[in-house]
């Protein structure tokens, strides 16, 4: 069995920020399928000035670029992170 340790988007959550909502900007949390490590977030940080707490993202956007930034996110993900696969293998008990 092979396991991908890579963190993917599991999900957004879209927000209207008093303030910013005037402006025509909502704010978003993405959440990871797993927490960063200390590089990974400071790499990411570099690479998307997102705000990075453990397995969450949280930046600023136009409702517009949602999509976009979700696909700037994935795509910041794989070059910092890179392709990480492991393989697992099944344990049988010996009879």
Do not use: F
């Not at 978003?28 to 927490?35: F, I």
């Amino acid at each position: 069995m092979v396991v991908e340790i890579s963190p993917r988007v599991a999900s957004v959550k879209i927000e209207n920020s008093w303030g910013k909502g005037q402006q025509g900007r909502v704010r978003c949390t993405a959440r990871l399928t797993r927490a960063l490590t200390p590089g990974e977030s400071e790499q990411l940080r570099v690479l998307t000035g997102v705000q990075i707490e453990g397995e969450l993202l949280r930046y600023d956007c136009r409702p517009e670029e949602i999509e976009d930034w979700k696909e700037r996110i994935a795509h910041s993900l794989l070059e910092v992170t890179g392709p990480r696969v492991i393989e697992v293998r099944r344990w049988t008990r010996s009879q």
